[in-house]
């Protein structure tokens, strides 16, 4: 398996918290994805780290990657309840988009 | 923002039956994919599609599945005969490029073989 043996895990926090959900990898990957699935809906991307990158910002997001260690982190500044979602990491093995390879998730959920 | 549609959006069937998922994938896009989501597990990646072929397949797209989009209409994944295991949400994906460009993912059909 590309990815650990976790378990989806669940995360629960108070909105207005920081929360950070990690990953980490056993194979090569030039990028590192984090989508987001909300109940009943497909996933839907929302930040991509590069290999050349160790930080990237969007908004309230912020992802991290160390290639050294195969391992990535997302993490969300001052949640909202609409942060409430399954978030997945995946990563592309043969070095392009074409075959994504998913984590196992953290399902995070705010609390108001 | 760019939209994937998937129909059924629920299918039961009894085993051995044959199935047809759809997908209509966003218009201007050229590449295409199936993963494989059961209850409580990852998503996997079932195949990719571009140019009227199949590029890549993995592990779990056994002699039972195949895909096509004919004439630009839906890319559809059918899967004959089926079974049991074959219980999960298929989702599927479309890009505009193959190189590090964002799939987009429809909602997803939850297909449950009895």
């Known amino acids: 398996s590309q990815w650990g043996e976790e378990n989806l895990q669940a995360l629960s926090i108070q909105e207005g918290e920081d929360v950070t959900m990690n990953c980490s990898y056993k194979?090569?990957?030039?990028?590192v994805h984090w989508y987001r699935q909300d109940s009943g809906r497909g996933p839907a991307l929302i930040i991509l780290?590069?290999?050349?990158?160790r930080e990237k910002r969007s908004g309230r997001l912020r992802a991290t990657l160390d290639t050294s260690s195969q391992s990535s982190s997302l993490s969300i500044t001052a949640a909202q309840c609409e942060d409430t979602a399954v978030y997945f990491c995946a990563t592309d093995e043969t070095g392009g988009a074409d075959r994504l390879t998913f984590g196992k998730g953290t399902q995070l959920i705010i609390q108001p | 923002g760019p939209k994937v549609l998937q129909i059924p959006s629920h299918q039961i069937i009894d085993m051995g039956q044959m199935v047809t998922l759809n997908c209509d994938p966003v218009s201007n896009h050229l590449y295409f994919y199936w993963y494989k989501q059961i209850l409580g597990q990852q998503m996997e990646f079932l195949v990719n599609?571009?140019?009227?072929?199949?590029?890549?397949k993995s592990k779990l797209f056994k002699d039972q599945f195949s895909v096509e989009r004919p004439d630009g209409s839906y890319f559809t994944l059918k899967i004959q005969p089926t079974a049991l295991e074959d219980s999960a949400v298929y989702f599927c994906?479309?890009?505009?490029?193959?190189?590090?460009?964002?799939?987009?993912f429809g909602p997803g059909t939850r297909l449950t073989v009895l």
């Open positions: 599609f571009y140019n009227g072929k199949v590029m890549e």
């Open positions: 780290i590069r290999s050349n990158e």
């Open positions: 194979t090569y990957t030039t990028v």
């Open positions: 994906a479309s890009s505009y490029r193959d190189w590090v460009y964002e799939q987009y």
